[in-house]
């Protein structure tokens, strides 16, 4: 699982084609080691004066019982596995991976451990049991798109690590997610949040956790009039960049959206010369054909837009 979550083709096939070959590599090198050793003991009982009475001495390969047999290739076996994996041991693995006291020039302020916290939504996969508790619903009633969560996190600074989180559906406040981290939380720790968390009770639960919290002052709102300017500016900004477009190919002698290749060859006729010699006034792919071809341009109106 590890493993498929750090590449860009996450299907079960391709993670565990790679831990074949992984495995091939550690045999491999496992072999490599153990005839080193083997040679490096002939040559030490070479050296040796000492005669043994009996059968020489024999030198065995002797693999671990891990690298005997080449694993499967079969996905079936891991697809179960996988499925008896119980959180817990996920989550044992994720406390796991922190850095437990990092310090560096980023990290801590004034004896304080900085830490940083936000929301995001996220796209799951289209399962009954994900929809059952992720769907997206509007006004009560569940959406055709795909379901999504609210992800929650706190990341440390300095390392950038993700130090707890919490996953719920779309429907839940944020605000309710970052209240229970907050008893995750260590001692003399400093928050910097947005001014979502501006709110009574993170910072009073924040102080009575010993946990100092830095977050900006709400922002006022803008008014009904300054949303219709910015709508209106991203209009023209729009409408520019459409001026500038039509400016570079109003004096094309085709649309842009007609096929220009089949267009050149319709307007120069004539350069349509086949390796024997012989001039076509169509593109054609050799083949010979009876019925007339019907040229759509004049003579003089070619000779002008061969000008431009």
């Not at 693995?93 to 437990?100: E, K, N, Q, Y």
């Not at 006004?139 to 706190?154: D, F, H, W």
């Not at 001026?243 to 007609?258: D, G, V, W």
Request: proline share 3%; hydrophobic share 35%.
């Amino acid at each position: 699982m590890v493993l498929t979550s750090v590449q860009q083709d996450k299907t079960l096939k391709n993670s565990v084609d790679l831990y074949y070959i992984i495995h091939q590599k550690q045999k491999g090198q496992a072999l490599l080691e153990l005839e080193r050793s083997i040679q490096w003991q002939k040559e030490e009982d070479a050296k040796s004066l000492v005669k043994t009475a009996g059968r020489p001495k024999k030198y065995t390969l002797q693999l671990p019982k891990s690298l005997e047999k080449d694993i499967s290739l079969n996905t079936a076996a891991y697809s179960k596995a996988r499925e008896r994996v119980p959180i817990e041991l996920t989550n044992e693995l994720f406390i796991a991976s922190r850095i437990g006291q990092a310090t560096n020039s980023y990290t801590h302020w004034n004896g304080y451990r900085v830490f940083s916290g936000d929301g995001t939504y996220i796209q799951m996969q289209d399962t009954e049991s994900i929809r059952e508790k992720y769907e997206v619903k509007h006004n009560g009633v569940g959406s055709e798109g795909y379901p999504q969560g609210l992800l929650e996190v706190i990341i440390e600074r300095g390392t950038g690590q993700l130090y707890a989180y919490k996953l719920s559906n779309r429907h839940t406040s944020e605000l309710s997610l970052f209240y229970d981290m907050l008893d995750d939380m260590p001692p003399k720790s400093l928050l910097l949040l947005d001014d979502l968390y501006n709110c009574f009770e993170i910072i009073s639960k924040c102080k009575r956790l010993g946990i100092e919290i830095v977050v900006p002052d709400k922002k006022e709102r803008m008014l009904p009039e300054s949303k219709y300017a910015e709508l209106c500016i991203s209009l023209a900004t729009y409408n520019l960049i459409r001026k500038i477009i039509y400016a570079s190919i109003k004096s094309l002698p085709f649309f842009p959206k007609e096929d220009f290749i089949h267009q050149f060859y319709t307007l120069n006729q004539d350069i349509l010369i086949d390796k024997k010699g012989r001039v076509y006034n169509r593109w054609s792919s050799g083949r010979r054909r009876n019925e007339a071809i019907d040229i759509k341009t004049t003579a003089s109106e070619t000779k002008t837009k061969q000008t431009i």
